[in-house]
């Protein structure tokens, strides 16, 4: 069964320095979502994509961060000047045009010290 | 902004139980999904419900869309020690909206 991928798995980086996380959507899938789950807390929405434009963002999804679709495989979501409450996981999520459900990767953990 | 408040927090039953959870909310939401969520993994989609007052089964799995489109239930029939983990209901205001909004969460464990 097809299913969104992401790497790394786990990534560490220090304070100030920028991250690049990576999605790989399922593949007849149009519409790309970031979401991040701090601890022990509830799943958060950061940003949509469709269309090679950003549909909508939330608060949370500032200047420093940005999304791309650099091919027709890979999604990825920057974060320019990491600060330590960015750590998080980070979840990657997709649909297709013939439905409302979104189907999550397994996540990067990110780690900010 | 938008909150959905899932009751309860969390649940402790033995293996065979039926279990219940709700999530309910101030705003009106179009689309109700939820997902369970095992440590350290994404989230994986369970059931989605697109109309109010609709009934939707997946297995041992049953929920329902609230007639008022701002609550939802899911029942849990016979658990198993595998349905341990994290519930989460999530809304979806199609209309100029994608975002899921996700709710606090059902903590389900199986004591042997």
């Known amino acids: 069964e097809p299913e969104v991928t992401q790497t790394p798995s786990h990534q560490v980086t220090q304070m100030g320095q920028e991250v690049i996380l990576r999605c790989v959507p399922i593949s007849n899938h149009l519409y790309f979502y970031w979401y991040r789950q701090i601890l022990g807390q509830k799943v958060e929405f950061l940003v949509s994509f469709y269309n090679n434009e950003i549909s909508e963002k939330s608060e949370i999804f500032d200047d420093q961060f940005s999304v791309e679709r650099p091919d027709g495989s890979n999604f990825t979501l920057k974060i320019r000047s990491t600060k330590l409450e960015d750590s998080a996981m980070y979840f990657c999520a997709s649909r297709s045009q013939l439905s409302y459900e979104q189907y999550f990767g397994p996540g990067t953990r990110l780690t900010v010290t | 902004g938008q909150q959905l408040n899932q009751s309860p927090q969390s649940m402790f039953i033995q293996e065979g139980e039926d279990v219940s959870m709700n999530c309910t909310s101030s705003?009106?939401?179009?689309?109700w999904l939820w997902y369970k969520q095992d440590p350290g993994e994404g989230p994986v989609l369970l059931i989605a419900l697109y109309k109010a007052g609709e009934l939707t089964s997946n297995g041992r799995l049953t929920a329902q869309f609230g007639i008022t489109r701002k609550d939802s239930f899911l029942n849990i029939s016979a658990s198993i020690p595998s349905d341990v983990g994290i519930y989460f209901c999530a809304g979806q205001q199609i209309i100029g909206n994608e975002k899921l909004t996700f709710g606090t969460g059902t903590r389900l464990t199986i004591i042997p």
């Open positions: 705003s009106i939401f179009n689309t």
